[in-house]
């Protein structure tokens, strides 16, 4: 099996993230779990994933969380630090992620709350979390129906990603996961979006499906994660460069916010939350992709009620909302627009 290593390079936090078919097999070899471990899952990611962590650490406990946004929160946050309390670990243990990015969020979130931060480790098993949750080192929880208010940045000492664990994943997860892809295309990877306008979604999910890797799938996750190495290393704390990955994240966690309890997934509120951002050409050349992959690109969500979750967001500043633009495949602008605007930008697309 090919194995790719990719360096993230940030001084003393700095970590390798290991890309390669089967590499959940050899974690007693890649991590240190000669130690407590605590193995954090959640109900959908299959157990054997998480036993074969278990069986590899010196003393592990598993928590499985419930699968879905919902668990992100305060108790099951609060639940975790106890149950490391009660397993008596210390500052010497650890923390593993077994899942997406609920479980990799939330986490790694206690990881760095614990005894003011213990080692943490991400093995995520979906495609959102292996193309861009997993790496940066950006771990919260939601708090008041607000996603992602409560958290901190705190890099995982390294990151196993095994395209099998891809295999069992639903069609509408790998498209979910694929969203986040794609806007990374966009703004960064002109080449990237060509391959999303060439592959054959079909194919590589028939590949999956009999338990082979798809090749076009490691491919778009090693250029996701090029390009998520490139933005942190120069940007870790989001102070400029970084907030281009919030690309179709602003209207997106608005979508979000007010259909989590639709069941509407992450990335395909990102895909939503692109298509407003976009010019005319580069929207011509988006729909088709998004559409290929089953993601939705149609929104009837309330205005009001969209853009009340949008100004609690992260990105809000002096009254204006830093909003990434994109005109041309592979840029993109960064511009300060008022709560109206952006209501406009959104009832404009959506609307008519
Ligand atoms: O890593 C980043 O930086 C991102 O913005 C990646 C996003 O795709 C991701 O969904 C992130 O969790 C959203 O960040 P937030 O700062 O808006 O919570």
Do not use: W
Not at 20 to 35: I, K, P, T, V, W
Not at 218 to 247: C, M, P, W, Y
Not at 260 to 282: I, K, Q, T
């Amino acid at each position: 099996m090919n194995r790719e290593t990719i360096t993230l390079s940030l001084g003393a936090d700095s970590y390798d993230i290991v890309l390669e078919s089967g590499c959940l097999q050899q974690a007693g070899d890649l991590l240190n779990l000669n130690r407590k471990v605590l193995v954090v899952t959640d109900s959908g990611v299959p157990e054997s994933y998480a036993d074969t962590v278990d069986a590899a650490s010196l003393a592990a406990e598993v928590v499985r969380i419930p699968q879905g946004e919902a668990s992100k929160n305060f108790d099951h946050f609060r639940m975790l630090l106890s149950r490391m309390l009660a397993f008596g670990m210390g500052r010497g243990d650890c923390v593993v992620a077994v899942g997406g990015g609920v479980v990799g969020d939330m986490s790694g979130f206690a990881a760095a709350c614990y005894m003011r931060g213990i080692d943490f480790y991400n093995i995520p098993t979906t495609v959102l979390s292996q193309v861009d949750s997993s790496i940066g080192g950006k771990t919260a929880i939601d708090l008041d129906g607000i996603k992602n208010v409560v958290g901190a940045f705190y890099q995982p000492c390294r990151v196993l990603i095994d395209p099998i664990t891809l295999s069992t994943l639903s069609r509408r997860q790998i498209a979910n996961g694929l969203a986040e892809a794609v806007k990374m295309a966009l703004c960064f990877d002109p080449e990237a979006f060509v391959r999303f306008e060439s592959l054959d979604f079909e194919a590589e999910l028939a590949l999956l499906a009999s338990g082979q890797p798809s090749p076009a799938l490691i491919r778009i996750i090693s250029d996701a994660l090029h390009t998520k190495r490139d933005v942190v290393e120069k940007d870790e704390k989001e102070q400029g460069l970084r907030r281009v990955l919030n690309f179709g994240h602003t209207l997106g966690h608005g979508i979000e916010s007010v259909n989590v309890r639709n069941g509407m997934l992450h990335g395909e509120c990102v895909a939503l939350g692109m298509l407003p951002m976009c010019s005319d050409s580069v929207r011509k050349r988006l729909l088709p992709v998004l559409e290929k992959l089953g993601l939705p690109t149609a929104c009837s969500s309330d205005p009001d009620q969209v853009m009340q979750a949008v100004v609690h967001d992260k990105k809000q500043f002096a009254g204006k909302i830093r909003s990434i633009l994109v005109d041309t495949v592979g840029t993109f602008t960064e511009q300060e627009l008022s709560p109206e605007e952006l209501r406009q930008r959104y009832t404009k697309y959506f609307s008519s």
